[in-house]
């Protein structure tokens, strides 16, 4: 498992996450502007989140999830240490020390050997 250093604060939305199961039937928007690999994905239920598109099937309106993905964002401060669990379109899956996990983007760390 790799470790990284916060290097900038990084905040979680204000919006609850969403967790997509394979063959999830979605309807995916618009492509983030910041982060263009990123397409907001909208479940059934109404409730949407950001989620790499190379996840669907398709590139925009009604998609499947090919894998599963949650879009859980890890709250974390600059000088932290990380453990990293996996790299998706630049945003790495983290454990802080209190055990809390979610996605911070690679720009907030420094990777550690």
């Known amino acids: ?44 239920d109404g409730l949407g989140g950001w989620a790499p598109a190379s996840l669907f099937d398709a590139q925009r309106g009604p998609a499947t999830a090919l894998a599963d993905y949650d879009t859980l964002e890890l709250d974390a401060d600059a000088g932290q240490l990380l453990h990293l669990r996996e790299e998706r379109s630049q945003w790495w899956w983290a454990r802080d020390a209190r055990g809390r996990e979610g996605w911070i983007p690679a720009r907030a760390l420094e990777l550690l050997d």
């Open 1 to 44: 498992m790799r470790s990284a250093r916060v290097i900038a604060d990084h905040r979680a939305p204000d919006r609850p996450a969403i967790r997509i199961a394979r063959g999830d039937a979605l309807t995916l928007g618009e492509r983030d502007v910041d982060w263009p690999q990123f397409v907001w994905a909208v479940q059934t």
